[in-house]
């Protein structure tokens, strides 16, 4: 090809939607349209590519390692996982939209003491023990309006909803390329990330996972803890000759099945009764996404989104994915 056609076909090529006229255009489509959540959205897609470049810095700078503290769940914080948690509340406190903030990584609930409408639920850095050997990791959020009166205290039915309440969720993924990947109930759509422009451009419009699918995604290393059941569907699973894709990064594991189809479970075990995976900040967001695109998410017994939280920080078992597939995982649950 000669420089004059190739400068050709690259002006002929067009450089797509990009995140904020996407959410302007679809602004409207949300019931309290006064541009609040637009900016929530905005604000979330800033706070994650100050997080992407401290990722993509990781190797090079001394960034990498732990921070020295530990969260609540006792694991190591990551230095990435502190910064990725001050990246994200210092964006979305800024604009005076959100009144709460509940994050893995602090024990509890951040009132803003503000005028602010919505609730914001985050993991800022889901999978960070794989940060020290380069593999993906995400944030996953979820977007709730606040219960109580503006301007009185924020209380537990603010921040212990029903997943069924969320106006919006996502999840960023720093993986080969970054993606930011969300739905305010009108389907999932999925934006690139271009760092030469920096910006996010629509890439994957209207995602819909499979129906069925081939890939099984669990940590078959703790099989002697599973159930009964699920050690028969793992069988099931074998004797379809599916395939077996674990990543351990909650955030990749799910974007991969939702693009190609298949299951993710972290069930219950017997050292884990309830799980490890976290209901607000990490499962909900990702069964509204599942839901949007035509899959399915549950405990095994009830749908993630009808389950009514009692506490913060409460785990729940987690079967998520292409809808035969989970309807299958479970049928022996009841
Ligand atoms: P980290 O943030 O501590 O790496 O935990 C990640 C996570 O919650 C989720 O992203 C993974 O899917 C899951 O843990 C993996 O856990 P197992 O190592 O128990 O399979």
Do not use: W
């Not at 009108?186 to 271009?194: A, K, L, R, S």
């Not at 299951?263 to 017997?270: G, K, L, N, V």
């Amino acid at each position: 090809m000669s420089t004059t056609s190739i400068e050709a076909s690259r002006i002929a090529q067009s450089i797509g939607t990009a995140l904020d006229r996407f959410i302007k255009n679809n602004q409207d489509q949300f019931q309290y349209a006064t541009g609040e959540l637009s900016q929530i959205l905005r604000d979330i897609a800033l706070a994650s590519k100050v997080v992407n470049r401290e990722v993509n810095k990781a190797g090079l700078i001394d960034i990498m390692g732990a921070a020295g503290s530990q969260n609540l769940g006792g694991e190591d914080q990551q230095k990435l996982d502190v910064l990725a948690n001050i990246r994200f509340a210092r964006a979305l406190e800024k604009g005076g939209e959100i009144c709460a903030l509940v994050s893995e990584e602090s024990e509890t609930f951040l009132d803003l003491n503000n005028q602010g409408k919505y609730v914001i639920a985050i993991d800022p850095l889901d999978g960070s023990s794989n940060i020290d050997v380069n593999v993906s990791i995400g944030t996953i959020f979820s977007v709730y309006r606040r219960k109580s009166k503006v301007g009185a205290p924020i209380q537990d039915v603010d921040i212990l909803q029903p997943g069924t309440e969320q106006v919006a969720a996502g999840y960023i993924l720093y993986g080969s390329s970054t993606m930011l990947v969300y739905t305010t109930g009108y389907g999932v759509n999925g934006f690139t990330y271009e760092p030469t422009l920096g910006e996010y451009f629509l890439s994957h419009p209207n995602m819909q996972i499979p129906v069925n699918g081939n890939i099984y995604s669990i940590n078959e290393g703790q099989a002697n803890t599973f159930s009964v059941e699920v050690t028969e569907y793992l069988q099931h699973c074998k004797d379809q000759s599916y395939t077996a894709r674990y990543i351990g990064s909650l955030v990749a594991d799910f974007h991969r099945n939702l693009l190609k189809g298949g299951i993710y479970i972290y069930p219950a075990t017997s050292k884990l009764t309830k799980g490890k995976l976290r209901l607000i900040y990490e499962c909900n967001a990702l069964a509204f996404i599942a839901k949007q695109a035509g899959g399915l998410a549950t405990d095994g017994v009830n749908r993630i989104m009808d389950i009514q939280p009692k506490s913060l920080h409460q785990r729940t078992p987690f079967f998520v994915g292409s809808k035969s597939m989970v309807e299958e995982a479970i049928r022996n649950f009841r």
